[in-house]
């Protein structure tokens, strides 16, 4: 069935490492991804995106990779700042409108 | 304003109220969905509104009611709950329904019933 699903459901880190968030996807016709970061109290943000067609994608202190072979996608986020501490969710949208999520990772920056 | 809001922010309610969240996007978007969110479980898609037009509704029980007057509004009417029902419910907005698309949410509203 579809599933996205996270590897680690916490991180914890060190202010101004580089964090790595992962996560599995099951379906292969899936064509576009979105990683979401929700903070306590607030809903789901979009933070970046990647179309199955790239394998990169950079925005700015995040780097989303994709990798199909594995059907495997992470976020990485350099010198992680404690206002980076959220809940990320990895998203897949296998055609059409629905967007499946996965259950989230939560990521503790220490300071 | 500006994004998605939703109103209220916390609701308690017992099993035989009946209570009213809502949502307004100013983003100009033409679709809206309404979500299920629970501890330590994905996001629940629960229903999809297209240009005010429902196109899903993801096996909900009857007891949660949407209703999409306009593009911008969207309510889930909420009658007879059961505690399992306690939850965030999120509202979110995209462009349209296809990708790519993000979709934009609102802060949610806490629902507890007792």
């Known amino acids: 069935g579809e599933s996205v699903g996270l590897h680690l459901p916490t991180l914890s880190v060190q202010e101004g490492d580089n964090s790595i968030i992962n996560c599995a996807y099951s379906n292969s016709a899936s064509d576009y991804f979105i990683w979401y970061k929700q903070e306590s109290g607030k809903g789901p943000q979009f933070i970046i995106d990647?179309?199955?067609?790239?394998d990169k994608r950079q925005g700015q202190r995040v780097t989303v990779l994709l990798n199909k072979t594995v059907k495997h996608l992470s976020l990485q986020i350099a010198a992680t700042q404690p206002g980076d501490s959220a809940v990320y969710f990895c998203?897949?949208?296998?055609?059409?409108?629905?967007?499946?999520f996965g259950a989230g990772t939560r990521l503790f920056v220490k300071a | 304003e500006t994004g998605v809001t939703q109103t209220p922010r916390h609701l308690v309610m017992g099993m035989t109220n009946k209570k009213s969240l809502k949502c307004e996007q100013h983003?100009?978007?033409?679709?809206m969905y309404w979500y299920k969110q629970s501890a330590k479980k994905p996001l629940e898609l629960m229903f999809v509104?297209?240009?005010?037009?429902?196109?899903e509704n993801n096996s909900v029980p009857s007891r949660f009611s949407p209703e999409c007057p306009n593009s911008s509004h969207l309510f889930l009417h909420l009658h007879t709950l059961q505690p399992e029902d306690s939850a965030l419910y999120l509202c979110?907005?995209?462009?349209?329904?296809?990708?790519?698309?993000?979709?934009?949410f609102g802060p949610g509203t806490r629902l507890t019933v007792t």
């Open positions: 509104y297209n240009f005010k037009e429902q196109t």
């Open positions: 979110a907005s995209s462009q349209d329904l296809g990708a790519p698309t993000e979709q934009y």
């Open positions: 983003l100009g978007h033409n679709a």
């Open positions: 998203a897949e949208k296998p055609g059409g409108f629905k967007t499946i």
């Open positions: 990647i179309r199955s067609n790239m």
